[in-house]
């Protein structure tokens, strides 16, 4: 197999996400933020800037802002007082639900306005294989 298929699938998948951050109301890094939280529980943002391989500027300006709307709180490490950890709260977790159904909302109706029957079937098949590629790229 040639490295075209590698190419054309790296080039719509990016295409797809870039078309379906114009449905997100909230900046993506905020978002990213919050939906770390959510699944992976209290996090410093050193931890999180490492994870969305940003460096710590950038994720201290999200997570400054995400204080100030009350989406995330902070606390001792329990370990390490000199460290601190953020959590995402019930506002955060909310929001970020909302975010994610807005998206969710927004990519159903294009695959419904867009694709025939047997094609989102078609696509309905290649969730599995996306995935499992996602997991041998990450590791998860």
Known sequence: MDDTLAEDLRHAIGELVRAARTADTMPAGEAAILGHLDRGGPQTTAELAHQRGVTH???????????????????????????????????????????????????????????????????QECVPLLRGLTAHITGH
Not at 77 to 84: A, I, V
């Open 57 to 123: 500027q950038s994720a201290s300006k999200s997570v400054k802002q995400l204080l100030a709307e009350d989406l995330v709180r902070i606390e001792p490490h329990e370990t390490d007082g000199r460290k601190l950890l953020l959590h995402i709260t019930d506002l955060g977790r909310t929001r970020l639900a909302e975010e994610r159904a807005q998206r969710a909302d927004w990519l159903d109706t294009a695959i419904r306005d867009t694709l025939k029957p047997a094609e989102r079937e078609l696509l």
